[in-house]
């Protein structure tokens, strides 16, 4: 059983950034493929960012596409979101994911506790 332990998030003025963590335990991290999800209000789950095994693939969503930069230390166990020119639409919780798979799936079986990101205007 894998646990993931999100850090960062906050509140943050339009264009800054913002870089969140996510620790996982429990389980093999090299082994998981690793991203992100986020839910803004009163908006559906989306999909940002996913990160194969090894760190090698990149698959990000369109709406983040150029801004947001996905990395992830299998040394630590550790996976990064670096947020930049942020904008008020990419206020939401943001989730970090995990699979058991080589690339992440779209129903991913483990999740974190969820942060909130606020991009004020």
């Known amino acids: 059983q894998v646990q993931l332990v999100q850090s960062g998030g906050g509140l943050v003025e339009a264009g800054g950034s913002l870089r969140l963590s996510c620790t996982a335990s429990?389980?093999?991290?090299?082994?998981?493929?690793m991203g992100w999800f986020r839910r803004g209000p009163e908006k559906a789950r989306e999909f940002v960012v996913g990160i194969e095994r090894s760190g090698s693939v990149l698959t990000y969503g369109e709406s983040v596409k150029g801004r947001f930069t996905v990395s992830r230390d299998n040394g630590k166990n550790t996976m990064y979101l670096q947020m930049n020119s942020l904008k008020p639409e990419d206020t939401a919780v943001y989730y970090c994911?995990?699979?058991?798979?080589?690339?992440?799936?779209?129903?991913?079986?483990?999740w974190g506790q969820g942060t909130q990101v606020t991009v004020s205007s």
């Open positions: 429990g389980g093999t991290f090299s082994t998981h493929a």
């Open positions: 994911v995990a699979d058991p798979h080589e690339v992440l799936t779209t129903s991913p079986r483990y």
